[in-house]
């Protein structure tokens, strides 16, 4: 079963902290881009390295911004201060599921809009679908996966439609825990910590 939704989305972009200045707006640095990987003094280095500001620009990618450039850099004590034009935002026209059953649409639906909701962001839907995942596991359904495929809609490259694979996998049953006859701990403070209720038997 396929289901599909529409999502209207417009850019936004907000920023905390000092490092990265977004279309003139601070931005927190982002957390898997080393700086200055050699530990060496930024006011003693040199340029900065091209890496760096390759993996900075793939990193704003993977929120959206494809087009991303960087305009220039300058220091400020011992920080590097990255200047960079974001471009047009890639949006999310549309998100496709397939293979839903055990949990229901809807809350598929307002876990991925969120995500999406001003424009494509990896991480975002990366996080909304670990999210789900775990509810798959609270219902009995440890196995389940997902996967998602991107694909550009227009000729200007600015908008995307997602179709998220989810495969299911089989119900597990916990039929039966052993406990070490020499740990002395009563079953109830051990269901309790393993999350069970006890049954009669």
């Known amino acids: 079963m396929v289901l599909l939704w529409v999502l209207s989305a417009t850019g936004s972009v907000r920023g905390q902290s000092a490092g990265l200045f977004l279309d003139g707006v601070m931005e927190s640095w982002p957390q898997q881009v080393t700086i200055n990987p050699t530990g060496a003094d930024v006011r003693a280095a040199g340029p900065v390295d091209d890496a760096v500001v ?17 305009d220039s850099v300058s220091r400020a004590s011992d920080k590097h201060l990255f200047y960079v034009s ?3 935002p890639v949006t999310v026209r549309q ?3 397939d293979g839903v059953a055990v949990i229901d649409a809807e809350r598929w639906r ?33 196995l ?12 200007t ?18 039929t039966e825990i052993d406990i070490d006859e020499r740990v002395r701990t009563r079953r109830k403070l051990l269901a309790r910590l393993a999350g069970l209720d006890l049954g009669t038997d």
């Not at 991480?123 to 679908?129: P, R, V, Y």
């Open 54 to 70: 390759a993996e900075l620009l793939r990193s704003l990618a993977d929120r959206g911004f494809w087009y991303a450039t960087l």
């Open 86 to 88: 974001g471009g047009h």
């Open 95 to 97: 998100v496709q599921l």
């Open 110 to 142: 307002d876990e991925l809009a969120g995500a999406v909701a001003d424009r494509y962001d990896r991480s975002a839907l990366g996080a909304a679908l670990a999210s789900m995942l775990n509810r798959y596991a609270e219902e009995g359904y440890p």
């Open 144 to 155: 389940a996966a997902a996967k998602t495929e991107t694909s550009v809609t227009d000729s």
């Open 157 to 174: 490259e600015t908008s995307v439609d997602i179709l998220v694979k989810v495969d299911e996998g089989i119900a597990v049953e916990l």
